[in-house]
């Protein structure tokens, strides 16, 4: 069963940084493509950032690119967003997500609330 657990969410104030967690379990993780999504209040869910199975190659949304950082360690099976710069906008929950055989897996999200 496929299971992936967000933590390190939270409030904090515009510029501050904060480094959210996913940790996974139930499928061979090292050979997934991992992704952190958001969805902030009324808004449709996006894509922040992508990290290849080797954690080579990474991908990030216009809105965070220079400000969040994606990594994976492979021997803990964790994934990790690293938030810096944060605005307002940044405000919403934060998902992990990967795909397996065309299925999307999702955790419960984790929140990021930034407010002065």
């Known amino acids: 069963q496929v299971q992936l657990v967000e933590s390190g969410g939270g409030l904090v104030q515009p510029g501050g940084s904060l480094r959210l967690s996913c940790a996974a379990s139930?499928?061979?993780?090292?050979?997934?493509?991992m992704n952190w999504y958001r969805q902030a209040p009324g808004k449709e869910r996006e894509l922040v950032a992508s990290?290849?199975?080797?954690?080579?190659?990474?991908n990030y949304a216009d809105s965070v690119k220079g400000r969040f950082t994606i990594s994976r360690d492979n021997a803990k099976n964790t994934v990790y967003l690293q938030m810096s710069s944060l605005k307002f906008e940044d405000t919403a929950v934060y998902y992990c997500?990967?795909?397996?055989?065309?299925?999307?897996?999702w955790g419960k999200g984790t929140l990021v609330t930034v407010s002065s």
């Open positions: 997500n990967v795909v397996l055989s065309w299925v999307s897996h």
């Open positions: 139930g499928f061979t993780f090292s050979r997934d493509t």
């Open positions: 990290i290849s199975s080797g954690g080579g190659m990474t």
